[in-house]
């Protein structure tokens, strides 16, 4: 079953068009990464999904229903721009937003400590949030995010400010929420978690979405056939059935040819190596997220 569904969203500003026709489906309880160069959409299409903007035209699903004022309780949203009242101390600030979440003043407190001990910030609890350093602040905002455990969960650059330690330590949280059933929208510039994240993702560019699929399935669908040989020794003869892309030494005796299939098979290839040089590993380059995402910025979106 589909978590959320849009179905051919537009929105106009004046002379730009930030979305055109966009349809997203998201699964429940996956982490959707959503994608996109700067100035992309990502935000508007963001925005509307927690209605602070309307659609001009277009339908979202909430599961079966459709999107409504009754489901903003449902939502967690970790906006780009931080909203923290950096007068309040940390303590008042969460068991606060709790509370407008829907959340009892009993269980609002009971969460807030749960999770500001979980994030390791439980020294924090009375100090002001302008007294906090970037990352500290990030980690009241995510908790701020998630603690009335909502079932749709979006999280626009949420690793912004964090050092290596505190981003796994978020990363973690992220992969424990969906596997107690939430489903999150995950919008950011870092390919390498995405890599690490993302079940599925959709690719927003110019308004208009470009590609969308599982993580697997679009990495498949950009295979070009072009593999890497680490080999001992220059081959004897040009192989019959690939192009030579670059070699490269990559130890005192190694070196490191990637070749492209022009005929046959990967099986034939290997088969021809194996009498051409002494072959140490044969392995398939397979275009990751980043590679995937600087081919499809640069072309003209279709449609």
């Given amino acids: 079953m589909e978590a959320l569904t849009t179905k051919g969203i537009y929105k106009h500003y004046s002379n730009h068009t930030a979305l055109d026709d966009v349809s997203i489906s998201i699964p429940e309880q996956s982490i959707y990464g959503l994608l996109g160069p700067n100035g992309a959409g990502k935000t508007t299409l963001i925005r509307i ?29 970790l906006p780009e721009e931080r909203g923290l009242y ?10 606060y937003f709790a509370q407008l979440r829907g959340l009892s003043k009993e269980e609002a407190f009971r969460q807030t400590g749960y999770w500001v001990d ?29 603690m009335h455990k909502p079932k749709l969960i979006i ?26 059933g939430s489903t ?10 995405v890599e690490q994240l993302c079940d599925h993702i959709a690719l927003i560019h110019k308004g208009k979405k470009i590609l969308e699929g599982s ?18 020794g220059q081959f004897t003869e040009k192989p019959k059935h690939a192009l030579t892309v670059k070699t490269r030494q990559v130890g005192d005796e190694l070196l490191d040819t990637t070749l492209q299939i022009s005929e046959g098979s990967s099986n034939d290839l290997l088969a021809e190596l194996i009498e051409l040089t002494e072959v140490h590993r044969f392995e398939e380059q397979v275009p990751d997220m980043h590679e995937i995402f600087i081919q499809l910025v640069k072309e003209e979106p279709h449609g």
Avoid at 49 to 77: M, R, V
Avoid at 119 to 140: C, P, R, T, Y
Avoid at 184 to 193: A, C, G, K, Y
């Fill in 155 to 180: 999280l626009d650059e949420p690793f912004s400010g964090f050092d290596p330690v505190n981003a796994n330590l978020i990363q973690n949280e992220i992969l424990e929420l969906r596997e107690c």
């Fill in 184 to 193: 999150i929208i995950f919008s950011t510039h870092r390919m390498e978690t």
């Fill in 118 to 146: 979980k994030l390791n910030i439980k020294e924090w609890w009375g100090k002001k949030v302008e007294d906090l350093s970037k990352g500290m602040a990030q980690k009241v905002q995510f908790i701020s995010t998630v």
């Fill in 215 to 232: 993580k697997k399935s679009v990495k498949q669908g950009f295979r070009n056939n072009t593999y890497s040989v680490i080999h001992r």
């Fill in 49 to 77: 999904i927690n209605q602070i903007i309307t659609a001009d035209q277009g339908e979202i699903f909430l599961g079966s229903e459709t999107l409504g004022p009754k489901h903003i309780g449902t939502i967690g949203y």
């Fill in 86 to 95: 950096k007068k309040l101390k940390v303590g008042e600030q969460l068991v």
